[in-house]
Structure formats: structure tokens, C-alpha cells
Nanobody
């Protein structure tokens, strides 16, 4: 069994910053890709950023240049540093972790609200 615990969401004014964390624990030998997705009210869940075990990173166009994804393999943790936040970044943010031989897991979600 694998558990994901997210933290770091909250309310921030436009132009502000937040840092999300997602820590994986449990029966983990190794983790392949880690990533962040988000879902705004009335919209489908969308990719925000992903990072592979080798460090290859992919960003959605809407966040490229403002958000930074990183990971600490020793802690099985992925981070999302969000700068220059905009009201349209308001959503529930979910981490997703691909655990070797066990499959993909989702975090419980953390609310990010950006006021104008």
C-alpha cells in the first residue's frame, strides 16, 4: 500500500506564491514519474507539471515560467513552487506518483485559491 500526503495549499493574492508538497510512503521500491495536476470547478483535471526519475520535466504552457517542479528522491517527495499566481490558477491540486511495479497513485488534493 502507498499513501500520499499533500500540503501547502491556501489562499493567496494575485502575484503571490505558494509551495505544494506531496510525500509518498508505504511499500515503495522506487518511484518513476511524479507530477501535479489540477481541477478547477466545472473543468476537467489537467496536467500542471511532471518530473521523471531522471529529472526530465514537462510543464503545461499556462504555468511555464511561473511554476517549478522538483523532487527529493531520498524523501519520496515532489514539490511545486508556484510564483506569480493568477486567479485562473485557482483549483484543487493533486499529486500523482507512479510507483515502480505498483502503479499510479493520487493524493487527496489541496485547494489553491488566488484572489484578484
Amino acid at each position: 500500500q502507498v499513501q500520499l500526503v499533500e500540503s501547502g495549499g491556501g489562499l493567496v493574492q494575485a502575484g503571490g506564491s505558494l509551495r505544494l508538497s506531496c510525500a509518498a510512503s508505504g511499500s515503495i521500491f522506487s518511484i518513476n514519474r511524479m507530477g501535479w495536476y489540477r481541477q478547477a470547478p466545472g473543468k476537467q483535471r489537467e496536467l500542471v507539471a511532471t518530473i521523471t526519475s531522471g529529472g526530465r520535466i514537462n510543464y503545461a504552457d499556462s504555468v511555464n515560467g511561473r511554476f517549478t517542479i522538483s523532487r527529493d528522491n531520498a524523501k519520496n517527495t515532489v514539490y511545486l513552487q508556484m510564483n506569480s499566481l493568477k486567479p485562473e490558477d485557482t483549483a484543487v491540486y493533486y499529486c500523482n506518483v507512479d510507483v515502480s511495479t505498483r502503479g499510479g497513485y493520487w493524493g487527496q488534493g489541496t485547494q489553491v485559491t488566488v484572489s484578484s
